[in-house]
């Protein structure tokens, strides 16, 4: 009999960004997908976009940044979220009541953001857009540690908010947000 061999052929590559809030940081990416961040305090840190359709309205339709995490430790009593994808940051959320759900994970969702909002403009750019992260963890005895972690939004995921809310005519239609529709690949 012979042995079997599995291979891994996932792509990985690190990629070092200086931050709006003046720091570098090195982020790794498997498959061009963000790897979850982590530190001694939190695991499986993830940020992902969540958008609320309406095709009758599309100026209707909004987006909210969902938050999670793993906690290593039952100690945290506060997060702040900031992206800091450009100077200067900008506030997301504060959870002063930090509690853990259903497997021990904690989950939070951003106020929405009406899709005509110009701190959305980058949905209109015709290219994959990249959004970093400061997760700001602070535990009970005043401590605190600081987690990046990035999300990319794809062409592709762009594509398909288009198809679905008619966003390409939104976006040819408000000055100051608009971009020509993607029509090139993901620079990544």
Partial sequence: MGAVLSV???FLRERTVVLGDGTSRKFRYRNETPEPA??????????QAAFHLNREHP???????????T??????????VYDVSGT????????DNVQFIQDQVWRKVSDPIRIREPAL???CEPDATEHFFKIVLEDY???ARVVYQPNLFGLEDKEAIYRQTGTDK????SPGLIRDKPQQKDPL
Avoid at 38 to 47: G, L
Avoid at 59 to 69: D, M, P, Y
Avoid at 88 to 95: A, G, N, R, S
């Fill in 141 to 143: 005895a005043g401590e």
């Fill in 8 to 10: 891994n052929t996932a």
């Fill in 38 to 47: 982590k530190n001694d305090w939190v695991a499986d840190v993830s940020a």
């Fill in 170 to 173: 939104l976006c040819n239609q």
């Fill in 88 to 95: 200067p940051e900008k506030f997301i959320l504060q959870d």
């Fill in 121 to 123: 403009a980058w949905l």
């Fill in 59 to 69: 100026e209707g339709s909004t987006l909210a940044w969902r938050f999670s995490f």
């Fill in 71 to 80: 906690p290593l430790t039952g100690n945290i009593k506060r997060v702040m």
